[in-house]
Nanobody
Framework: QVQLVESGGGLVQPGGSLRLACAAS?????????????MSWYRRAPGKERELVAT????????SYADSVKGRFAISRDNAKNTVYLQMNSLKPEDTAVYYC?????????WGQGTQVTVSS
């Protein structure tokens, strides 16, 4: 069973930066390798719907972002470490949310437990 574990969340002041990481494990022949998965970060703020923040495809690793984070956030992946990252810069209070990692390919769709990001002075 594929497992995703997020880390790197915390409390940061407006204008600050955080780097989230999502470590994946449990890949088998039946599930495919980490490199076969499109990886995404989602977030859910209190009282709001879940929002897709950023996606990075498998090969060749194309990226896409929500308009609200373009130019501030960057998603990347290290297939050798089975890890996807989300670099978040110029953070705003409205970025406060629980951030979730997602792995998806034709064989499966997996979610992490989430990591809290709070942007406040």
């Amino acid at each position: 069973q594929v497992q995703l574990v997020e880390s790197g969340g915390g409390l940061v002041q407006p204008g600050g930066s955080l780097r989230l990481a999502c470590a994946a494990s449990g890949f088998t022949f039946g599930s495919g390798t980490f490199g076969s998965y499109a990886m995404s970060w989602y977030r859910r703020a209190p009282g709001k719907e879940r929002e897709l923040v950023a996606t990075i495809t498998n090969i060749p690793g194309r990226t896409s972002y929500a308009d609200s984070v373009k130019g501030r956030f960057a998603i990347s992946r290290d297939n050798a470490k089975n890890t996807v990252y989300l670099q978040m810069n110029s953070l705003k209070p409205e970025d406060t949310a629980v951030y979730y990692c997602n792995a998806r390919n034709r064989l499966g769709d997996y979610w992490g437990q989430g990591t809290q990001v709070t942007v406040s002075s």
